[in-house]
């Protein structure tokens, strides 16, 4: 489905995906799309398993949606790892029949990177939070783009 910007329901809990091909990170809205919270990361095991942990997600959270980092180039331009991540949403809407919508990730591993760094958190604790980090600014970067994209359709009427 592939969900454009301007059509994501702008109420209920939505999920965002940091996806990496052993760990996904995971983060969570309030049902108004107003705050986000890292849940975890989900580290990969099989297609049947994988399908079971976000079809449990959808069930538990009551989710309306996922938004999911595109891995882009600095020039914009798609990589290796962008199609990979389009397989991953092609087969995520079809494990859980909900709208995905894909959002330009570009440096949020960098910045959840250096927002860790500011933190007393041994090393290993920063790897363990980084792809939940990465999904936190992934959701909350998108839904503040829908909050503009919202307010700049009413100023038009």
């Not at 939505?14 to 108004?32: E, W």
């Not at 958190?121 to 600014?137: C, E, F, I, V, Y």
């Amino acid at each position: 489905m592939n969900l454009p910007e301007e059509k994501w329901p702008n109420q209920g809990r939505a999920a965002g995906i940091d996806f990496g091909t052993v760990r996904i990170g995971v983060a969570l809205s309030d049902p108004s799309q107003t705050w986000v919270t890292p849940l975890e990361t989900y580290t990969r095991r099989t297609p049947r398993l994988d399908a079971q942990y976000f079809q449990r997600l959808v069930a538990s959270e009551a989710l309306v949606g996922f938004v999911v980092g595109l891995p882009l180039h600095c020039d914009g331009q798609e990589s290796q790892k962008s199609k990979e991540v389009r397989l991953f949403v092609t087969w995520l809407e079809q494990q859980t029949q909900l709208p995905v919508a894909l959002f330009d990730e570009r440096f949020t591993t960098a910045e959840a990177r250096r927002l860790l760094n500011e933190t007393q958190l041994s090393p290993q604790k920063r790897k363990a939070k980084l792809d939940g980090l990465a999904a936190h600014l992934i959701l909350s970067h998108f839904l503040d783009s829908q909050k503009h994209f919202e307010s700049q359709n009413e100023s038009l009427d």
